[in-house]
């Protein structure tokens, strides 16, 4: 296993300075995370920072994540007494569901006032979980700029919603180290850190292992393979030989064979999965 993955750019520091220091100007923390790692996506350092203060998980790119998994984990999250909605914020499946959620705590909070205060809400969470989509989707315009890489969201924005609550968006943050090598790994399999400080042949070689033991048949129907061998390796060659990932001499591209299969998993061509369950079917999977 790739292990030590630390990726903790400068602007993350001031990031964590810039939500520390705004909190006491929202009235709702909405933190989205990858529906796909619903744990490795949800950072402690959030956690520590926004304490009390009233918060909404967002699931997004629910689309990518196995179905029955997703409805696992928003019952799992409703069981901890969290608010939690099955997202996909390109399409705007859930957005719905959300506002209404929004608008009821705005009614909570203006019934306990005199005065009617504009609702304020921050939007946090570690890099490429789709923040910046989701903001796009409830402002009903493109207020903030997206990409498939980490990173994109530049420096501190208040924006209006439809409804006319503001919303204040926040570049993604990670931690500088990461406490289970598990969890750094999924994070690279779902793009949220860069390939660039990564071996890409080896992740992929790593997410040739996950995905054969835990979906095989998807991984078969994708490339073509009619069965698997009994070691990652072995299955990550037979997928670049019917991919066609070959050098001169016949020699496998394990480069263009490992992006190949990252970008296809990212983008859910191998078809829906999730990389982690709840503790509880975990067990029970065992």
């Not at 995905?211 to 390796?233: A, D, H, I, Q, V």
């Not at 070959?246 to 591209?253: A, V």
């Amino acid at each position: 296993m790739i292990e030590n993955i630390n990726w903790y750019p400068g602007h993350m520091k001031k990031t964590r300075e810039l939500i520390t220091e705004n909190l006491k100007l929202v009235d709702c923390v909405i933190e989205v995370v990858d529906a796909r790692i619903p744990v490795s996506s949800r950072n402690p350092v959030i956690d520590d920072i926004v304490r009390e203060k009233p918060r909404i998980t967002g699931l997004n790119k629910s689309d990518l994540a196995d179905e029955r998994a997703g409805k696992l984990w928003a019952e799992k999250f409703a069981g901890d007494g969290s608010r939690a909605f099955l997202i996909n914020s390109v399409k705007g499946t859930g957005i719905k569901e959300l506002f209404r959620c929004l608008e009821a705590m705005e009614k909570e909070k203006n019934s306990q006032g005199v005065r009617q205060k504009t609702f304020r809400i921050m939007i946090v969470g570690v890099p490429n979980v789709g923040k910046s989509s989701l903001i796009n989707r409830m402002t009903g315009r493109k207020s903030a700029q997206t990409g498939d890489r980490p990173g994109v969201t530049r420096g501190k924005q208040w924006l209006k919603l439809k409804n006319g609550m503001q919303l204040l968006d926040t570049p993604g943050i990670l931690w500088p180290k990461f406490e289970d090598p598990k969890a750094g790994m999924n994070l690279a399999f779902c793009g949220s850190i860069k390939d660039e400080i990564l071996d890409v042949p080896d992740l992929a070689l790593e997410l040739t292992g996950v995905l054969t033991k835990n979906y095989p048949e998807l991984f078969m129907e994708r490339y073509g393979l009619e069965e698997l061998s009994e070691t990652p390796l072995e299955n990550m060659e037979a997928m670049a030989v019917k991919r066609g990932c070959i050098l001169p001499g016949k020699r496998i591209d394990y480069e263009r064979a490992g992006r190949l299969l990252l970008d296809e998993f990212r983008s859910g061509r191998i078809g829906r999965i999730t990389l982690e369950l709840p503790e509880k079917e975990r067990q029970e999977e065992k």
